[in-house]
């Protein structure tokens, strides 16, 4: 049976996240950058409102003060132009700039700058009559109107007791010399605009954790799916079994053809057997060319016993290789001198084999293996 939204109950990993991102779904809210915008616009207003106004009466007083010879020259109209771009630049450049920075921070302040060309791609789902329906009859639908009720009753009601507030204010301005009338006039609208615009700040408190909150459900995963992406990531198990057992069974063929290039094999009788090769004119200490247990080990000691390489019996010791050195690394510091006295009594059984030397004695059952290193 298919999986519904009921059974994602497990919360999303990292990588469904990320993967998310990559597809440029991330959690937005727009009344946030909305009241952003308008807050920020409504403050910039009443900052630079006094600039602006003085901009303008200086405007009008330039514009008005045209004599009748510069009114039919028109290399005074591009004099004109640039004195009015000079006054008012400043301030409007201000203002902009203060709400593109708004707006930018508006839009990244839930869910981090992101950029993605796969929200950029179009999508035959966004054209589809039956899945805009349901958008708009859905959950979200009903928030998205649920919102628009609110900001028409929040902002309707804050913006009719604003203009009761100011009203006495606003009908007397006719009474106050210019220009001190005009600069009242913008400093009234800027206090408005202001609180006008925190009318937004509730909404967007609301859809923010909101937004936060639905873009989790939408990010949730079922028990399946994070097992699938576990497998995934980890690889499938069947697959890293097998290539588990080509690996063992390459280093196997591997080893078994370095065993008749050992100079010894040192064995536990029943399970370990280690083949150590050591060239007395190199720089490297002995190294471990072949180990395995049980039928591997076995197998070492046939091949052994086929190409003449000598096997000295020591369980000790054997376990101490086996459990510390890897396939091709050298002997532990720590077990240099047992190792050392094992190959001093091969290389001379090899001798008094060939007739140049005295019999060696037995090799010592008690070799120097430190107690960290016994097994």
Same mark, same amino acid.
């Given at each position: 049976m298919a999986e519904d939204s009921h059974d994602k109950t497990e919360e999303p990993t990292s990588k469904r996240i990320e993967d998310a991102r990559k597809k440029g779904q991330i959690a937005r809210s727009r009344e946030l950058g909305t009241a952003l915008v308008l807050l920020f616009s409504a403050i910039s207003i009443f900052i630079l409102g006094r600039d602006i106004g003085k901009a303008v009466y200086n405007i009008m007083g330039r514009m008005f003060a045209l004599s009748r010879d510069e009114t039919y020259d028109y290399t005074h109209m591009f004099q004109a132009w640039g004195f009015a771009l000079s006054e008012v630049a400043i301030p409007v450049i201000s203002f902009l700039v203060i709400t593109v920075i708004a707006g930018f921070y508006g839009? #990244?302040?839930?869910?981090?700058?992101?950029?993605?060309? !796969?929200?950029?791609?179009?999508?035959?789902?966004?054209?589809?009559? #039956?899945?805009?329906?349901?958008?708009m009859f859905g959950m979200n639908g009903i928030v998205e109107l649920f919102k628009a009720l609110a900001k028409f009753l929040i902002v309707g009601t804050i913006t009719f007791s604003v203009l009761r507030f100011?009203?006495? !204010?606003?009908?007397?301005?006719?009474? !106050? &010399?210019?220009?001190?009338?005009?600069?009242?006039? &913008?400093e009234l609208i800027g206090w408005s605009f202001i609180i006008i615009c925190c009318a937004m700040l509730p909404i967007a408190a609301f859809d923010v954790p909101y937004q936060s909150y639905k873009h989790n459900e939408q990010m949730k995963m079922t028990k399946q799916e994070v097992k699938d992406e576990r497998k995934n990531a980890e690889g499938?198990?069947?697959?890293?079994?097998? #290539?588990?057992?080509?690996?063992?069974?390459?280093?196997?063929?591997?080893?078994?053809q370095a065993v008749p290039e050992a100079d010894v094999v040192v064995t536990n009788p029943t399970h370990y057997s280690i083949a150590i090769k050591y060239q007395d004119n190199g720089d490297r200490a002995p190294v471990v060319v072949a180990k395995g247990v049980d039928e591997l080990a076995m197998h070492i000691r046939k091949i052994a016993e086929g190409n003449d390489v000598p096997m000295v019996a020591s369980p000790a010791l054997a376990r101490a290789i086996y459990y510390s050195t890897e396939l091709d690394h050298e002997i532990p510091e720590k077990l240099f001198m047992a190792v050392a006295q094992v190959l001093a009594y091969v290389f001379q059984l090899k001798k008094w084999k060939a007739g140049k030397g005295h019999r060696p004695k037995s090799l010592s059952t008690n070799l120097p293996i430190p107690p960290e290193l016994r097994r």
């Open positions: 839009s #990244i302040a839930l869910g981090g700058y992101n950029w993605s060309w !796969e929200s950029a791609k179009p999508k035959a789902s966004k054209l589809s009559p #039956i899945a805009g329906l349901k958008r100011f009203s006495d !204010e606003a009908l007397h301005l006719d009474l !106050e &010399l210019y220009p001190r009338n005009v600069y009242h006039a &913008l499938d198990p069947l697959v890293k079994s097998r #290539i588990r057992k080509l690996q063992f069974q390459a280093a196997a063929k591997r080893m078994m």
